[in-house]
């Protein structure tokens, strides 16, 4: 006779604590990020984490001639940027790059009023979706997990915060924007709008541009959302120290989880992670 299924009580028991499922940025991957991010939790068991690769997209791009950036030499380079991916797994066209990208990126610098690639966004909302029904339904509880990211994983973090019909633990967004037009405000359930957010921006963002990232915490607080704003003046687009000492603090005070050392240095060895698909 086969055993029968567990209590609900027993599969919520199983997944205790917390979950920080972690979205990187386009051309990265779940891997590189695990590498950044996982050695400020490897003290923390009771703080699960998932770091999911976004799809292989074949990405037309293009050289924008009036945008220049100094190299690592200080030489002047030109961005390139990526048009709207034509396919997930198809044959790239010539010029195309192939990468990880969770949705097209119109152009940069993204600015405050760039055109956003909402299609390509909602199919990656949904994708998201999947993996945080995946997590309640085996028995974790909605405010314990936390959807964070970088750049464009930042951008598909909120997104997928503000349209989900529950409130969760939190969102964490780092040098991102929202990829949604003001129109989706009356799309954006009332549960989701009680979901705590933490954005972090530098002032000298050359690629997501600070303009932008002031505008999403104002878009969010117009929503009623409460949303805490940290900005870096010299800081451009990248991840430093400072901001993920107060990520992690952030997670650790909603989750009730202790701390220890105030500021601890991150250790290099983590095991508390896992892989949502």
Known sequence: ??????????????????????????????????GQIAPYFSAAPAVRLSFPTAPIACVGTRTDPTLAAPDSTGKQTHLRFYSVARSICGVAAAGDVVLNAWFGIPEVPITATTVRDEEGVLEAVEHVHKMLDKEVAAGTCPTDIFVCGLSQGGALAIASVLLYPKTLGGCVVFSGSVPLSKSFAVRVPPEARKTPVLWFHGMADGVVLFEAGHAGCAFLQELGMACEFKTYPTLGHSLVDEELQYFRRWIFDRLGVSQGTEDARPSSSSSNHEDLH
Do not use: I
């Open 1 to 34: 006779m086969a055993a029968p299924p567990p209590a609900p009580a027993a599969a919520a028991a199983a997944r205790a604590g917390g979950l920080v499922l972690w979205l990187h940025g386009s051309a990265e991957t779940g891997e590189h990020s695990r």
